[in-house]
Every structure is written in C-alpha cells, then in structure tokens.
C-alpha cells in the first residue's frame, strides 16, 4: 500500500473515531443540533465551542443548561491550556469567552457553575480579587482570554455601567458537559420492580 494510501486510511479513522467519540459523549440533543466542528471531547467531557454568537453571561449560561451543561470550568492549569489552544488555534477565536466562574451574591468569593470552591486560578494581574474597588463591586463574571490563557473579570449583562466602563458583556462562551451514563438516565432500570 502506497504511503498515500495510508495516510488517507489513518485520517479516516481519526476522522471517524472523534466522531465516536463525540456520538458517545455529548448530550444527543447537542450533537443533532450543532455542526460536531464546533464540539470537543476531553476525557468524558463534552466541550462546545460556541464562537459565532455572542451572548451576556446569564444567556451563554442558560444556553449550556438548554442540553445539562455548564459554561466551561477550568478547574487546572491542564484545562485551561486545552481550552486556550482550541479556542484560538482550532477556532482562531482572539476575544475573550466566558466560562463558568463568578463571584455574584459574594464579592472575591469566586465559585464554579457547578457549586464548587476555587483552588487553582488564572486570573491575569488586575483582575479578580486584584481588582480595583470600585471595578471589581461591577465586575462579577470571567471570561478566558484565548491568547493568553489568563482569565479576566467582567460586567455580566448589558446595563448601564457596560458603556461607561467600556465592557462588552456579550462575548462567545464555552459549555461543558458530563458524559451521561445511561444508569445515570435511569434506562438500565426502566422495568425492574
């Protein structure tokens, strides 16, 4: 077989088992509905990439939910990498995305979309609990900078303050989904009494 040959064999797998692999990980709703492009499995996770729509963060956030997902939580320096490399080399994405981390009800008390407390941050100098007074009472939200990698705080929803401060509070996001199991689902034990 021609070298040719089996370079073009080797990238159909590939071609084929990613998309295995995202059959098998993300949210069924999710995959009939979205261009698997933008879709990103890591582990048992399920990663979307939404970059051609820009939402606040409470609309990206009810997006994820639409199909059982978060926005995105990098909760490593791992993570963040993978999830910084995908979304400028993959998606050539420059802007920042929102992921799942606020301080919202609890200033400087950052906590994941899944409840969780923080251990590992990456927030660029300035930002977060660096963050100036008056700025960071304004800016409850993060959003990942693609280039960098480094996270920033900004106004979460379009107001007022978003013009005279000069935020942008809609921007592209990332969601985040569980790999269901179907025990999880309840479908292993449908009949038994």
């Known amino acids: ?10 990238v159909a797998v590939v071609t084929v088992a990613t998309k295995a692999s995202v059959q098998d990980t993300c949210p069924s709703p999710l995959v009939d509905r979205v261009n698997n492009f933008y879709l990103q499995v890591r582990g048992d996770v ?8 820009r939402r606040t963060f409470q609309e ?3 997006d994820c939910k639409q199909d059982g997902g978060t926005l995105a939580m990098p909760k490593n320096l791992e993570l963040n990498k993978y999830l910084t490399d995908k ?3 993959h998606y050539g994405v420059i802007e920042e995305l929102w992921i799942g981390l606020t301080d919202i009800g609890n200033e400087d008390k950052f906590k994941w979309a899944d409840g969780s ?8 100098k300035g930002n977060g609990p660096t963050n100036n ?5 304004l800016e ?18 379009d107001d007022y303050f978003s013009a005279v401060v000069g935020s942008e509070p809609k921007k592209s996001y990332i969601c ?18």
Not at 151 to 156: G, N, P, Q, R, V
């Open 1 to 10: 077989m021609s070298p040719a040959i089996s370079l073009c064999l080797l």
């Open 46 to 53: 399920c990663f979307h990439f939404v970059v051609n729509y």
């Open 60 to 62: 990206a956030s009810e």
């Open 87 to 89: 979304s400028y080399n």
């Open 117 to 124: 407390e923080v251990a590992w941050t990456h927030f660029a």
């Open 133 to 137: 007074w008056l700025i960071k009472q």
């Open 140 to 157: 409850d939200c993060v959003a990942l900078d693609p280039i960098d990698g480094f996270w920033h705080d900004f106004l979460c929803n």
């Open 176 to 193: 985040q989904y569980e790999q269901q199991f179907e025990d999880d689902l309840g479908d292993l034990d449908s009949g038994a009494k």
